[in-house]
């Protein structure tokens, strides 16, 4: 036990699924059965070696769908670092092998199938059509108890390897459909955040998050890779006033998606901004409320909106009292209609734009104690 600890884990679990497949023409149905078996053998193991911690799981599946049988292994993997300081310092390396079997989601989904295509791609849902994901992790996490200051990053790289079939027929019909995954698919990943002490009274929290997806399908068995670039940056200062009722927050977010794809060149780019000033209050211990407004701009190639956004909750409750009044409300300033622009390119090559009508609205109601 002083050497390695471990423990080994067994269990079994069943799933059947039911699909219902309508034509409108010949008014015909079929009904399909998805049956699936899991049995899973896992033996986790864990060791330390003064201020490095390792940890690793295998895991034996054994999966019976549809009386066809399939064998395979997941695998995870995890080493981490831990130095002695005063400030408490995490560094970690992590790997992660999984698997994903497809459903009859995407037939259910379909409203361009016919009733042959629907019975005979029915029949590539085995386990052989796993999708198997390959999953690396960079963390480094650092926090000052004595400042409060603190900074967590993650980086990754994900490789998902083919879905449903490595038959190009399937890929098309399939990636046309519902955009899954064709050939392959690369996901790269970073996710900062930052949390610093400006002084005794403020403190600034800073977030930057950035995607970027490759995925390989087939539209009308034509090759195709898509790309998808999606970058969010967004800071907020915040006053941490002691005995004080009324506190402020001030910040921005902006984010960039970019939609690209090979196959007909054609492409999309939505920018927002956002800036916001909020009030948080707390008086006399019975009211409570939290006030947020905001200018969003959004921004495309075909259009510039520009909205004002006013939103919270206000609560009241007296001490030791049985309830508590709320007023919740969003988007006051718009209760009639809100535009806000949806910009997006599917991997068909279509390029989808509209502006969608939000109303804003205000609830009322009370919260009940005993």
């Not at 009386?67 to 300081?85: C, D, L, R, T």
């Amino acid at each position: 036990d002083n050497w390695m600890r471990f423990y080994f884990e067994a269990g079994i679990s069943y799933k059947k699924d039911v699909c219902e497949l309508l034509e409108d023409v010949s008014k015909s149905n079929e009904i399909r059965n998805l049956k699936t078996f899991h049995y899973i053998n896992g033996l986790n193991l864990y060791k330390q070696l003064g201020q490095v911690e390792m940890s690793a799981t295998l895991s034996s599946n054994y999966l019976d769908v549809n009386s066809n049988n399939k064998h395979y292994f997941e695998k995870k993997a995890k080493i981490k670092f831990v130095p002695a300081s005063k400030i408490n310092t995490e560094l970690e390396i992590e790997y992660d092998a999984r698997y994903q079997l497809p459903t009859f989601k995407i037939l259910q989904n379909n409203p361009l199938y016919t009733k042959d295509l629907s019975f005979y791609y029915s029949l590539s849902l085995t386990p052989e059509t796993f999708s198997k994901t390959d999953s690396y992790k960079f963390i480094w996490n650092r926090f000052n108890f004595d400042t409060r200051n603190m900074v967590f990053v993650m980086m990754g790289y994900d490789k998902v390897k083919p879905s449903f079939t490595t038959d190009i027929t399937n890929y098309g019909t399939f990636s046309s459909v519902e955009n899954v995954l064709g050939k392959y698919n690369d996901r790269w990943f970073l996710f900062l955040s930052n949390d610093y002490k400006i002084s005794r009274n403020l403190i600034i929290k800073s977030k930057l998050s950035g995607i970027l997806n490759k995925n390989s399908n087939f539209i009308n068995s034509n090759p195709n890779i898509s790309t998808i670039k999606n970058l969010e940056i967004s800071q907020k200062i915040s006053t941490d006033f002691k005995n004080y009722p009324f506190q402020l927050d001030l910040g921005y977010t902006f984010t960039k998606i970019n939609f690209e794809q090979s196959f007909s060149k054609t492409s999309s780019t939505l920018d927002n901004l956002r800036l916001s000033l909020g009030i948080r209050a707390k008086i006399k211990k019975e009211w409570l409320a939290n006030i947020l407004s905001e200018y969003f701009l959004q921004k495309t190639d075909q259009d510039v909106l520009k909205n004002y956004l006013l939103g919270g909750q206000i609560s009241y409750r007296k001490e030791k009292s049985y309830l508590e009044y709320n007023l919740l409300f969003n988007n006051l300033l718009n209760l009639d209609s809100f535009n806000y622009i949806n910009s997006y390119t599917n991997q068909l090559g279509f390029n989808e734009f509209s502006t969608t009508a939000l109303k804003g609205y205000f609830l009322a109601g009370l919260k009940l104690y005993f």
